[in-house]
């Protein structure tokens, strides 16, 4: 009884001394009363035998997260999530099987070498009201890990290097290749993640591929020599990236031939959407938050963004306008205001050496429409064209679709591939096997092209046939008119 009333005039105690200090606090000059915080934590970590290390999310650099959190995140989930209390399960690898993670604001224990851990995952409470659906960089998550001090130079020397390689190996192990899309720039998240992703699962490969066997043996073997090349570009002293150009004609497996590259070499896929990228500034966080073995891919650049010049000329015109504004109207300037300048930093500048093993792809249906400076060797180092579907390629569809490498139609086919221009996927389309009434036998298939590629025959030399004769139209009248106005002045003389 003695023991519970000592306690209970210890508690009364305290609790007078913090009522009388916050009271006499109001009166207290802010130095005298930070001093006194500051004696006060001293005195606390004088008789507090223990040692608080934090690992943040973004490092001081504030661009990236940090890659001691995410090594130190991998390694909580695979050696002490099943002693947490608090738990985080996603879809795993193959999105059947379920991975657990220690949730927010939780405690788990690790044991190292005689020595016990503590680890705490801290997560801000957020300080806006606005409901967003991404993640909020000004709230982002820390580790705090405590542990006696006696044993600082174990957990500094040797715990905290081990949690390093095993969350590095249990990234690796659980690695699941994604497909990453930009989000929006701007709209108030902060420093919040600037690519959201999705499994991916394309299954393209070069075997499927419908393309020109020499051709595509010299993008594998391109590709493969990339992938074995890090010590040459650093003997070179370049950048470990490389760039393609893939044009042509709508149809034609520019996007196919992105996914088997990406099937190839193993490789996360980036889909960077410019007109979604408000300037160059964040243009460049979007390629600092990428990793290496990945592909960035801008596909129809020559339709996401003007970086012609075009955008300011059309500012001019704005400015040389003479009809009053509102004294308080904002100017405004819609779309991406990504310049010519700020992509070719983006394909070799100092930026894109950040990081290592990346390719960059741009795809156009117009080649020619492009900035020169833009697809210079150097920085698309590779333009490969990907054209109509001819015999070589055929064959392979053929192979693929029907199981077929041999036909008594493949004669006739090949000679109207190469009198006619059909995609890849108009060709395809047409030996499809299967519709929704019934299935179709190799011959059906292969007729059923033929006969398309006659009537694209047919098709293409009648719209040549109405081309020219429109054109002798134009070039008739044309005479006529220079003919009228030889005579007006003829008269007038």
């Not at 001691?68 to 193959?94: H, N």
């Not at 020559?302 to 010049?309: F, Y």
Request: charged share 30%.
């Amino acid at each position: 009884m003695a023991v519970v009333d000592r306690w209970a005039g210890l508690g009364s105690a305290l609790a007078s001394f913090l009522f009388l200090w916050s009271m006499v606090q109001r009166h207290v000059p802010v130095t005298i009363s930070h001093r006194v915080a500051t004696w006060a934590n001293k005195l606390v970590s004088y008789f507090n035998p223990y040692v608080e290390i934090t690992i943040s999310e973004y490092g001081a650099e504030r661009f990236r997260r940090s890659d001691f959190f995410l090594a130190a995140e991998a390694y909580l989930s695979d050696a002490c999530a099943p002693r947490a209390r608090k738990l985080k399960a996603e879809l795993g690898r193959d999105s059947s099987n379920l991975q657990v993670s220690v949730g927010d604001n939780d405690e788990v224990t690790d044991a190292f070498q005689g020595a016990t851990v503590w680890w705490y995952v801290v997560k801000k409470v957020p300080r806006s009201n606005v409901i967003s659906l991404y993640a909020n960089q000004d709230d982002p998550r820390t580790y705090r890990v405590v542990f006696h001090r006696r044993h600082r130079d174990l957990v500094v020397g040797k715990y905290l290097p081990h949690v390093l390689k095993e969350g590095r190996a249990v990234t690796v192990r659980n690695r699941q290749r994604r497909l990453f899309t930009n989000n929006p720039s701007g709209g108030g998240r902060g420093r919040g993640d600037v690519w959201s992703h999705v499994p991916f699962e394309h299954p393209s490969t070069f075997d499927t591929l419908a393309m020109d066997p020499d051709d595509k043996e010299a993008v594998v073997d391109d590709l493969e020599a990339f992938r074995e090349a890090k010590d040459y570009y650093t003997k070179v002293g370049k950048a470990w990236k490389r760039g393609y150009l893939l044009y042509g004609p709508p149809g034609t497996g520019k996007s196919t031939m992105i996914a088997a590259m990406a099937n190839l070499l193993d490789y996360d896929v980036y889909d960077l959407e410019l007109t979604a990228v408000n300037n160059n500034t964040d243009l460049r966080k979007l390629f600092i938050e990428t990793t290496g073995k990945s592909i960035i891919v801008v596909e129809d650049i020559d339709c996401s963004v003007d970086l012609t010049g075009k955008r300011k000329d059309k500012k001019s015109e704005r400015e040389a306008d003479d009809k009053p504004k509102l004294p308080m109207e904002p100017e405004k300037d819609e779309g991406s205001k990504i310049t010519l300048s700020g992509m070719l930093n983006f394909i070799d500048g100092l930026w894109s050496a950040c990081g290592g093993e990346r390719i960059i792809i741009f795809t156009t249906n117009h080649k020619d429409k492009l900035e020169p400076a833009l697809i210079r060797r150097g920085r698309m180092d590779r333009h490969i064209e990907m054209s109509y579907c001819r015999f070589p390629a055929f064959k392979v569809l053929a192979k693929n679709y029907l199981d077929v490498e041999e036909h008594e139609l493949f004669d006739q086919i090949g000679q109207l591939l190469e009198e006619t221009d059909m995609s890849p996927a108009d060709v395809a389309e047409n030996l499809m096997s299967m519709s929704k009434k019934k299935k179709r036998d190799a011959n059906a298939c292969l007729e059923s092209l033929a006969k398309a590629l006659k009537q694209a025959k047919e098709e293409e030399a009648k719209a040549k046939v109405e081309a020219e004769a429109k054109k002798k139209v134009e070039a008739a009248a044309e005479a006529a008119k220079s003919k009228e106005e030889d005579e007006a002045k003829e008269g007038s003389g």
